[in-house]
Structure formats: structure tokens, C-alpha cells
């Protein structure tokens, strides 16, 4: 007599009793996912505490020897099944541990998600922003700003200039590594799995970055790694801390966009502002290591001083010229010669110059006059 025989035998008997007594049991149809717990395991078949009148039973093709998973499976674990068969001939419910396998794998990384657990993913190719990586068998997504800068530092010294296809070919090197990962956002409606490397390693604890942020002053200058580009800034780790540096920190001159002058994975000096209220992150700049232009202005630039120039920006009142980096003039409409067009040189004449308020007027008719 099978072991699923003798149990199945002893459950009639308590079947019997929970009738009698007219305890409620759960019913389940075919189709339905269920969790259960293992009761026994034999060579043959597995028993699966459903909570339903009878046990379930896991035997043939679904104990198959290329999911190494079944064979670890002991008394007392925890699994998701699917309903094959309400009830064979022998009394049990056939269940499908191989129909629910995506459904277990989302559960073993909700239990992941939930404990904080490190787990190993191995990366499979780059995608627009980060990484995409097998982690417990599902497809997840490891954001470049929480990869360990280790891989910036060392895997990926020639980093790419910035664009997405040579990014993408710089990434290559990580292809098939296996990383140390948290889960940091789930959700299993959307097939979302996000991860952090950073996350999983003890260099970037709340505990490690707490005790280097507290060594970390105002007006420092440290050199950073850029792991992340926006719109709006540049995220830069400082070896384990992230600061940002605001589009208005990026340059004295107007900044387009900062992937104009940074690309993921290039080392930069930056100067510490302090720390950002919002964000929480270090508040960086990167144009206040060189120069302020306006500082000298009214000593390079005197009224009545003839300069050169190349027309910046034209607007209906008259148009920028751009003397140097981060300092332009205006030539008022009613101060040209005729039209003027972007990219144009011109000379012109300074006619005022305020450097607090970062205003400089210039005229072209009047240089032409002179």
C-alpha cells in the first residue's frame, strides 16, 4: 500500500468526523490557484494540504527532473498549485505545481520583497535607463542610478559619450554577471519587477551613507560618478551617497539639456551646496568650481569698450550676443543695424553694465558709427 493510499484512508476517516460534526471545507474547481502545504514526499507523487476535503496530489510528468524546484520540495513548504481535477478515482485533487510556476515565482518574490531578502540576479541586456536582469525566474529591471559604481569604476572605464546605442554597447561587458540585488518595487498586475543593487550591498546601507554623510560638509569638492541623467539634473554617486546636481548648477551659461555635457558613467567634480530638503540628497554644483564671469564684468567690460560677439538668441526686443561662457549682452532692437540672425558675429559697443543684477547692454549701431 502507497504512502497516498494510507493517508488518503485516514482522511476519509476525518472527513468523516468533520461531517459530522458540519465543519464547512472549501470546494475548488479546476482552474483555480490554491495554497497549500506539503505533507509528504514520496519518489512517485507529492501531498498537498489544501484545507479541502481531501489532499492534493502532484504525480507524474509534473515530477519531471529539469526544475530542480520539485526535487527540494519536503514536508512542511509551502507551494501554489493549480486544480487539474477536482477528484480522481482514488479520492485525491489533482493539483499542477508546473501551471502555477509563475504564480509561485511571484510569491517567493513577494515573500523576497516583504523580508528584505538579497537575492541574485543574472543580467541579460541593457534597456533604455537600466539593466534588465533573470531574477527567481522573472523578468526584472535594475535602474542604472542603483547599480554599485564598482561597475562604472572598473567593467566600463572607456564609458560611452552618451548616446543610447553607444551606451548600449558599453553594457555589453555586464551581460551574463550575476549581481547581488533587492527587490525595491513589485507589481504583478503591471509585470513589474524593479531591483537595486545598491540596495543589496552593505557600502550603500541607510547605516554606511548616514555615517558619510555626516563627514560630508558644505563646500567640499569631491569626485563622483554620474549614474543617472535627466532633464531637470544629474545624479551623481559619491561613493554611495547620491547628490544632484540642478540643471541651474550645471554651468554659468544657459544649459539645454545635461546630457549636453555629461554622459552615464563619467567621473566629475563636483562642489557640495548642501543637502536638498526635498529630495533628501546631497545638493551638488558643478559650475561653481570655475569662475563666476559676472564678477569681473564691470572691470573686463566698461561703458564705452567696443567687443566681439556671437548672436546667441534673437527675441522680438532685440537679440543676445554671448561675449563668453555664461555671459551675454542685449542688443535692444532700437541699438541694431538691421536684422540679425543666430550664430551671426557682430561688434558692438557696451553702453551699461550691471553685474549684481547680471544685465549688460550693447549697441551695434553705435559701434558702427564710431
Same mark, same amino acid.
Given at each position: ?52 476535503k481531501s489532499e492534493g496530489i502532484v504525480s507524474g =510528468? ?15 513548504? $509551502? ?42 540576479? =543574472? ?132 544649459? $539645454?539639456?545635461?546630457? $549636453? ?95 549684481? $543684477? ?13
Amino acid at each position: 500500500m502507497s504512502k497516498a493510499t494510507k493517508v488518503h484512508k485516514e482522511n476519509s476517516k476525518m472527513q468523516k468526523l468533520l461531517e459530522e460534526k458540519g465543519v464547512d471545507v472549501k470546494q475548488f474547481r479546476p482552474g483555480d490557484l490554491i495554497d497549500g502545504v506539503v505533507v509528504s514526499v514520496s519518489h512517485g507523487e507529492i501531498l498537498v494540504d489544501v484545507g479541502a476535503k481531501s489532499e492534493g496530489i502532484v504525480s507524474g =510528468t509534473e515530477l519531471g527532473t529539469e526544475d530542480k524546484y520539485f526535487k527540494t520540495l519536503k514536508p512542511g513548504d $509551502n507551494v501554489i498549485a493549480m486544480v487539474v481535477q477536482s477528484e480522481n478515482d482514488q479520492g485525491y485533487m489533482v493539483l499542477s505545481l508546473k501551471r502555477a510556476e509563475k504564480d509561485r515565482k511571484w510569491y517567493d518574490a513577494e515573500v523576497a520583497f516583504k523580508d528584505g531578502s538579497v537575492l541574485e540576479a =543574472t543580467v541579460v541586456e541593457y534597456n533604455k535607463g537600466g539593466l534588465l536582469a533573470d531574477c527567481l525566474g522573472l523578468r526584472g529591471f535594475i535602474p542604472l542610478s542603483h547599480l554599485d559604481r564598482v561597475h562604472f569604476a572598473n567593467d566600463i572605464a572607456k564609458f560611452a559619450a552618451g548616446s543610447e546605442s553607444e551606451l548600449k554597447a558599453s553594457l555589453k561587458v555586464l551581460s551574463g554577471k550575476v549581481l547581488k540585488v533587492k527587490i525595491i518595487e513589485m507589481d504583478k498586475s503591471k509585470n513589474r519587477l524593479v531591483l537595486s543593487e545598491k540596495d543589496a550591498l552593505g557600502a550603500y546601507s541607510e547605516e554606511a551613507r548616514h555615517e558619510k554623510l555626516a563627514k560630508i560638509k558644505a563646500g567640499d569638492v569631491l569626485e563622483g560618478i554620474v549614474t543617472g541623467i535627466m532633464p531637470f539634473g544629474v545624479f551623481v554617486d559619491l561613493d554611495g551617497v547620491e547628490g544632484l546636481v540642478h540643471i541651474s548648477e550645471i554651468a554659468w551659461e544657459k544649459v $539645454n539639456h545635461p546630457s $549636453n555635457y555629461f554622459a552615464v558613467g563619467s567621473t566629475v567634480q563636483v562642489k557640495v551646496l548642501g543637502i536638498d530638503g526635498e529630495s533628501g540628497k546631497l545638493a551638488l554644483s558643478v559650475k561653481r568650481l570655475t569662475e563666476n564671469p559676472w564678477e569681473k564684468a564691470e572691470e573686463k567690460y566698461k561703458v564705452g569698450t567696443k567687443v566681439q560677439g556671437v548672436v546667441s538668441k534673437v527675441v522680438p526686443f532685440g537679440a543676445f550676443v554671448n561675449l563668453e561662457k555664461g555671459l551675454d549682452g542685449l542688443v535692444h532692437v532700437s541699438e541694431t543695424s538691421g536684422p540679425l540672425k543666430e550664430g551671426e558675429e557682430v561688434t558692438a559697443v557696451v553702453t551699461q553694465v550691471d553685474a549684481e $543684477n547680471q544685465k549688460l547692454a550693447l549697441s551695434i549701431r553705435q559701434a558702427e558709427e564710431s
